[in-house]
């Protein structure tokens, strides 16, 4: 098949959404597949700026979220040309949409569409403050996905919790087939822990614990920094590092300031996908905090199955899909959202038992390599194709 990955947003960037597409494109070429990735990177710089950005940016001053959904829909229109332009050079058998806007210019193209759906569009506008709240732009967005659960194809979901939200909204029944990773990628390489933290410039004899998160509210990233004093209690040497950037830094560096751990803090910023592995090996511990954020709750994270399959032992919080991949002290450790002791405590235990540790990151590397293999999730991928092309010649 010759199969389209598109997007509105930005790719590459930092992000599951992103990751996801690539490790797609690799599992389904690896596969057989031809497969082409289109999105608003892909665009001419000046029709970026001038045509999407520009007017958003100045509808939002006027009317604070208005400006979302007219960028939104101005990126849709010119993705559509961008498809119809590469599929009248050589033609797609399908398009798989990564958001609700992409699956507007694949269905505007006539192309038989699918759409993965990652997360809660209105609800997570919400919670980073695009959007406001019941307002009528939340509404107008809620009603614009539930039109392309409705319209496309097929809907896929990443976990369970999406599967049912989309179901209520959009009476529409999806396929639920979870993240995943490049398992050969993501591997243990914890004997290289030493050699990386000199060539990255971090200290061999502290205790390293890994955020590799977007600094948003619904990723809980405040929590990690709120523990530290609690942590220090029991490692003084303990290092927290934030990899990812995001609208609540700002809250994140002035709780370091208040807790007085400024100086055991690190915000790398966004860096390339490809070297997060060096930074899973050089650490001791792996934390994903998420928590529940205007009605946002975290899929089946692929931060948290990249340092699974990674060999490093994960404490992730007790919400969403993290439930579904996280098997509480088997394979990794849970905490309650927002448990500020509670992350300290798990962090202790590890410290204390470190065979406890290995054995974790162990079980979890077991579990990744036979449930989130890249190459295993990319052919549920191509059996839905499949099947929705052959309903497509039966209509």
Same mark, same amino acid.
């Given at each position: 098949?010759? @199969?389209?990955?598109?997007?509105?947003?930005?790719? *590459?960037?930092?992000? #599951?959404?992103?990751?996801?597409?690539?490790?797609?494109?690799?599992?389904?070429?690896?596969?057989?597949?031809?497969?082409?990735?289109?999105?608003?990177?892909?665009?001419? $710089?000046?029709?970026?700026?001038?045509?999407?950005?520009?007017?958003?940016?100045?509808?939002?001053?006027?009317?604070? #979220?208005?400006?979302?959904?007219?960028?939104? =829909?101005?990126?849709?229109?010119?993705? =559509?040309?961008?498809? =119809?332009?590469?599929?009248?050079?050589?033609? $797609?058998?399908?398009?798989?949409?990564?958001?609700?806007?992409?699956?507007?210019?694949?269905?505007d193209t006539g192309i038989r569409t699918v759409t993965t759906v990652h997360g809660y569009m209105t609800y997570e506008a919400i919670s980073r403050g695009s959007i406001r709240?019941?307002? *009528?732009?939340?509404?107008?967005?809620?009603?614009?996905?539930?039109?392309?659960?409705?319209?496309?194809?097929?809907?896929?979901?990443?976990?369970?919790?999406?599967?049912?939200?989309?179901?209520?909204?959009?009476?529409?029944?999806?396929?639920?087939?979870?993240?995943?990773?490049?398992?050969?990628?993501?591997?243990?390489?914890?004997?290289?822990?030493?050699?990386?933290?000199?060539?990255?410039?971090?200290?061999?004899?502290?205790?390293?614990?890994?955020?590799?998160?977007?600094?948003?509210?619904?990723?809980?990233?405040?929590?990690?920094?709120?523990?530290?004093?609690?942590?220090?209690?029991?490692?003084?040497?303990?290092?927290? @590092?934030?990899?990812?950037?995001?609208?609540?830094?700002?809250?994140?560096?002035?709780?370091?300031?208040?807790?007085?751990?400024?100086?055991?803090?690190?915000?790398?910023?966004?860096?390339?996908?490809?070297?997060?592995?060096?930074?899973?090996?050089?650490?001791? @511990?792996?934390?994903? *905090?998420?928590?529940?954020?205007?009605?946002?709750?975290?899929?089946?994270?692929?931060?948290?199955?990249?340092?699974? #399959?990674?060999?490093? *032992?994960? @404490?992730?919080?007790?919400?969403?899909?993290?439930?579904?991949?996280?098997?509480?002290?088997?394979?990794?450790?849970?905490?309650?959202?927002?448990?500020?002791?509670?992350?300290?405590?798990?962090?202790?235990?590890?410290?204390?038992?470190?065979?406890?540790?290995?054995?974790?990151?162990?079980?979890?590397?077991?579990?990744?390599?036979?449930?989130?293999?890249?190459?295993?999730?990319?052919?549920?991928?191509?059996?839905?194709?499949?099947?929705?092309?052959?309903?497509?010649?039966?209509?």
């Amino acid at each position: 098949m010759r @199969i389209l990955l598109a997007t509105v947003f930005n790719y *590459p960037h930092t992000g #599951g959404l992103s990751t996801h597409m690539t490790t797609l494109k690799a599992g389904l070429e690896a596969l057989g597949h031809e497969v082409d990735t289109l999105s608003f990177s892909d665009l001419p $710089y000046y029709k970026q700026q001038f045509f999407a950005k520009g007017p958003s940016m100045f509808m939002n001053r006027m009317a604070p #979220g208005k400006g979302i959904l007219l960028g939104h =829909k101005l990126r849709a229109g010119m993705l =559509k040309d961008l498809i =119809k332009k590469h599929n009248a050079e050589k033609p $797609y058998d399908l398009i798989n949409a990564q958001d609700i806007y992409a699956t507007f210019a694949g269905l505007d193209t006539g192309i038989r569409t699918v759409t993965t759906v990652h997360g809660y569009m209105t609800y997570e506008a919400i919670s980073r403050g695009s959007i406001r709240s019941e307002s *009528p732009e939340a509404h107008l967005l809620q009603e614009k996905e539930k039109e392309a659960y409705q319209r496309t194809s097929q809907v896929i979901t990443v976990d369970y919790r999406i599967k049912n939200y989309i179901e209520q909204l959009a009476g529409v029944t999806g396929v639920r087939v979870h993240n995943f990773i490049d398992v050969d990628q993501f591997e243990p390489q914890t004997e290289r822990r030493n050699e990386l933290r000199k060539k990255f410039g971090f200290s061999t004899e502290d205790l390293f614990i890994f955020i590799p998160r977007r600094l948003t509210k619904k990723n809980g990233v405040i929590y990690p920094a709120m523990a530290l004093p609690h942590i220090h209690k029991t490692c003084p040497n303990a290092k927290v @590092i934030y990899a990812g950037s995001g609208e609540d830094e700002a809250s994140v560096r002035q709780i370091c300031q208040e807790k007085g751990v400024t100086d055991s803090v690190h915000f790398l910023g966004d860096i390339p996908h490809e070297v997060m592995k060096d930074y899973y090996a050089m650490s001791d @511990i792996t934390m994903i *905090p998420s928590v529940h954020s205007e009605g946002v709750e975290e899929a089946t994270s692929i931060s948290a199955l990249e340092a699974m #399959g990674s060999g490093v *032992p994960v @404490i992730a919080s007790m919400v969403g899909g993290l439930k579904e991949i996280v098997n509480h002290r088997t394979n990794g450790l849970l905490v309650e959202e927002r448990d500020v002791q509670g992350i300290a405590d798990a962090v202790a235990e590890l410290i204390e038992k470190p065979t406890f540790g290995r054995e974790l990151a162990w079980n979890a590397r077991k579990k990744i390599e036979e449930e989130y293999s890249h190459i295993s999730a990319a052919t549920k991928y191509a059996s839905i194709y499949e099947s929705v092309l052959n309903k497509a010649v039966t209509y």
